[in-house]
């Protein structure tokens, strides 16, 4: 049986965000004003930390039984008859400077939302905007161990139209 483990990245850019309205909240509340207002955003900001720490993936795990996300909450499992294929996207036009790579399991239904597994971050000065390595590793990876179709790099797309450019449009 071949199972692969695929650890998730610490989104560092929402937790820096909540950290910077939890600290103004704070400042609201030293410097006296709107007292209300600082508990408010400095209470919400603190449970959405709580909320991300307890039920955010910290890992999943894909095998020919099925895909499994593993949280501090618990461990859910997905069936592979639900998905079709794995993809690689951005949903953003493709640029020179940055772009955001997304590993997303295509479902079968075409109004089913498309399961995003990974996301890869590459900044650089040269062209073709093309993924990178380990994003292309992590797609086969997953597509040899649960038997699932390589969709590959389809380009720009937005969720909703995962669907129509990997299953509808065959491309492969």
Known sequence: MHEYRLKQPKNLLDRLESVFFAVFGLGLILMERRIALG??????????LWRDFYKCSREIVFSEEGICKISREGTQTLPLED?????????????RIINIYRI?????????TPLTVYTAVQSFTRLPALPPESVNYIRHRIAECTGLQD???????????????CCFLNQD
């Open 104 to 112: 997303a399991l295509v479902p079968k239904q075409p109004y089913d």
């Open 39 to 48: 508990l408010t955003l400095f209470a919400f900001t603190a449970w959405s």
């Open 151 to 165: 969709f590959g790099d389809i380009g720009s797309a937005t969720l909703s139209e995962l669907y129509a450019k």
């Open 83 to 95: 998905f079709c294929g794995v993809a690689v996207f951005t949903d953003t036009k493709r640029s």
